[in-house]
């Protein structure tokens, strides 16, 4: 329990939460566009195996 007090009061006196924050949306951000460009690009791909096939 004193753990979690001292990150509580850590964050409330932390200034820079915002931007830690941030940092970490952004992060969130980027590994979520990474995801969906792999099953965008593995989607494309078999949609062109498949005009591949259907010729």
């Known amino acids: 329990t004193q753990n979690l ?3 509580l009061r850590v964050n ?9 924050f941030l940092v970490s949306f952004k992060r969130y951000f980027i ?3 990474s ?3 792999a099953s ?3 989607l494309s791909h078999y949609a062109f195996s498949m ?5």
């Open 51 to 55: 005009a591949d096939l259907r010729e």
């Open 5 to 7: 007090f001292f990150l």
């Open 31 to 33: 590994w979520l566009f």
């Open 12 to 20: 409330i006196l932390e200034p820079n939460i915002f931007t830690n």
């Open 40 to 42: 965008f690009s593995k």
């Open 35 to 37: 995801i969906s460009l």
